[in-house]
C-alpha cells in the first residue's frame, strides 16, 4: 500500500508537469514566433521595415517591424485576462473547462498556420490566449485538493514550456528551415498530450475526500460564496497581486518593446535570429528559478519587483546608446531577467498555499493569476509607443 501511495505521488506530480507545460506552450511559441508573425504577414506592405531619417545631413537607420511585437503580446494576453477576470466568480466545471481549453489550442494552432493576414494572425493568437487563459485559472484552483507540491511541479512545467517552446521554434525554423506555419501544424501534438496528462494520467481527488474536506471547511466551495463575499476577499489579496503584476510589467516591457531593438551588427547572428535566442535565454531563466521554488523559497516578492526594475533601466539604455560590448552580457542580463520573473511566479502561489486559509484558496489562486496578466497587458500597451518611439532614434 506503501508503494502505491509514492507511485501515485509521483504520477500526480508528473501530471501537473506536463499540464503545466501544454497550457503555456502555445503562449510561448506565439510570442516567439512574434517577430515573424508579422515580418511575414507585412510582406506585401514592405516587410521588414526600416526606419531612416535625415538630421544633420546624416542618415540613420534603425531595423524596426512597422508593428513592434507589443501588438503580438496584447492578442496574446487581453483574451487571456478577461477569462481570468470572470473565471474566479464561476463554478468550477474541471472537466468542461478542460475540453474547452484544449478545443481552443487546437483552433489557434491552424488559425495561425492558415493566416495570410496580421488580422488573422492575430485571432490565431487570440485564441491561444483564452485556452491558456482559462487552464492557468482553472488548474490553480484545482490544485488545492491537492498537496503543496504541485505548485511546484505545475510552475515547473511552465517554466519548461517557456525554454521548450522558445527552443522548439528556434530550432525547426532556424536549424531544419521549417516555414512558421508547418511548425504551427507540428505543435498541433501538444494538446493531444495534454488530454491524454488529465484524463489519463492525473489522479484525481475522490468524491468522498472533497466532501470530507468540505465538512472540515464549510467555506471550501467557491460556489458557496457570495459574489459579494469574495470581492470583500480581494484586497487582502493585493499583497501577492501588486508585487508579481509589478515583476511581469517590468518583464514583458524588456521582451515586447526592447528585445526587438537591442541586436549586433555583423555577428554569426541574424537579427531575427537574436530575437528568437533572447526568448530562449529569457525562458531557460524562468525554468531554472520556477523549478526551484522548494529550494529557494521567497516570502517578499517586492525584491524581486525591484531588481526587475532595475532590469527595465538597463534595456532602456542599452536600446538608446548600445552601450554593452558584446552580445554574451546581453544573453546574462536576459537569463537574469528570467529568473526574477520565474521565481515571482512560483514563490507567489506557493506563499498563498502557506498563508492564506483552505477555505479561500481555491479563489485567491485564481484571483491572483489574473495580476500577472494585468501587468503583461500594462506592458503591451506601453511597449507599442516605447518602440514606435525608439525607432525613429538614431542608433
Given at each position: 500500500m506503501e508503494n502505491v501511495e509514492v507511485k501515485a505521488s509521483i504520477l500526480t506530480l508528473a501530471s501537473f508537469w506536463i499540464l503545466g507545460l501544454c497550457n503555456n506552450f502555445g503562449y510561448v511559441v506565439m510570442l516567439s514566433s512574434a517577430h515573424d508573425?508579422?515580418?511575414?504577414?507585412?510582406?506585401?506592405?514592405?516587410?521588414?521595415?526600416?526606419?531612416?531619417?535625415?538630421?544633420?545631413?546624416?542618415?540613420?537607420?534603425?531595423?524596426?517591424?512597422?508593428?513592434?511585437?507589443?501588438?503580438?503580446?496584447?492578442?496574446?494576453?487581453?483574451?487571456?485576462?478577461?477569462i481570468k477576470t470572470f473565471s474566479p466568480f464561476f463554478a468550477l466545471y474541471i472537466?468542461?473547462?478542460?475540453?474547452?481549453?484544449?478545443?481552443?489550442?487546437?483552433?489557434?494552432?491552424?488559425?495561425?498556420?492558415?493566416?495570410?493576414?496580421?488580422?488573422?494572425?492575430?485571432?490565431?493568437?487570440?485564441?491561444?490566449?483564452?485556452?491558456?487563459?482559462?487552464?492557468?485559472?482553472?488548474?490553480?484552483?484545482?490544485?488545492?485538493?491537492?498537496?503543496?507540491?504541485?505548485?511546484?511541479?505545475?510552475?515547473?512545467?511552465?517554466?519548461a514550456a517557456g525554454i521548450l517552446g522558445a527552443l522548439t521554434y528556434a530550432g525547426l525554423t532556424g536549424v531544419f528551415h521549417l516555414s512558421p506555419s508547418t511548425t504551427m501544424y507540428?505543435?498541433?501534438?501538444?494538446?493531444?498530450?495534454?488530454?491524454?496528462?488529465?484524463?489519463?494520467?492525473?489522479?484525481?481527488?475522490?468524491?468522498?475526500?472533497?466532501?470530507?474536506?468540505?465538512?472540515?471547511?464549510?467555506?471550501?466551495?467557491?460556489?458557496?460564496?457570495?459574489?459579494?463575499?469574495?470581492?470583500?476577499?480581494?484586497?487582502?489579496?493585493?499583497?501577492?497581486?501588486?508585487?508579481?503584476g509589478l515583476v511581469y510589467f517590468f518583464e514583458y516591457l524588456i521582451n515586447q518593446g526592447l528585445f526587438e531593438l537591442v541586436y549586433f551588427e555583423k555577428i554569426w547572428l541574424t537579427h531575427a535570429e537574436q530575437y528568437r535566442w533572447y526568448q530562449v535565454l529569457y525562458q531557460l531563466g524562468v525554468f531554472v528559478s520556477r523549478t526551484s521554488v522548494n529550494l529557494f523559497p521567497i516570502e517578499k516578492i517586492w525584491i524581486l519587483t525591484i531588481l526587475q526594475g532595475f532590469n527595465v533601466v538597463y534595456f532602456l539604455i542599452e536600446t538608446l546608446y548600445s552601450f554593452t560590448p558584446n552580445i554574451y552580457i546581453i544573453f546574462a542580463m536576459i537569463g537574469f531577467e528570467g529568473l526574477l520573473g520565474g521565481g515571482a511566479y512560483a514563490n507567489s502561489y506557493h506563499n498563498i498555499m502557506k498563508k492564506v486559509p483552505k477555505e479561500r484558496q481555491e479563489f485567491s489562486m485564481a484571483m491572483t493569476s489574473l495580476s500577472d496578466s494585468i501587468g503583461v497587458t500594462l506592458a503591451g500597451l506601453l511597449a507599442i509607443p516605447l518602440h514606435n518611439r525608439i525607432c525613429y532614434i538614431p542608433k
Open positions: 508573425i508579422l515580418n511575414s504577414n507585412s510582406a506585401t506592405s514592405g516587410g521588414n521595415k526600416t526606419v531612416s531619417l535625415n538630421s544633420t545631413q546624416e542618415e540613420y537607420k534603425r531595423e524596426c517591424n512597422h508593428l513592434s511585437t507589443g501588438v503580438i503580446l496584447l492578442a496574446d494576453i487581453i483574451p487571456g485576462l478577461l472537466n468542461r473547462r478542460l475540453s474547452l481549453c484544449i478545443s481552443l489550442t487546437i483552433a489557434s494552432f491552424i488559425t495561425v498556420a492558415k493566416a495570410n493576414t496580421e488580422l488573422v494572425a492575430a485571432v490565431g493568437v487570440a485564441l491561444t490566449s483564452m485556452a491558456s487563459g482559462l487552464g492557468e485559472s482553472t488548474l490553480l484552483s484545482y490544485m488545492i485538493n491537492y498537496e503543496r507540491n504541485v505548485i511546484t511541479s505545475w510552475s515547473s512545467g511552465t517554466g507540428l505543435m498541433l501534438s501538444v494538446p493531444f498530450l495534454m488530454a491524454v496528462s488529465f484524463w489519463v494520467l492525473l489522479e484525481h481527488p475522490k468524491k468522498d475526500q472533497i466532501s470530507t474536506m468540505a465538512n472540515d471547511c464549510p467555506d471550501l466551495s467557491t460556489n458557496s460564496q457570495s459574489l459579494s463575499n469574495k470581492l470583500s476577499y480581494v484586497p487582502s489579496l493585493l499583497k501577492f497581486m501588486i508585487p508579481l
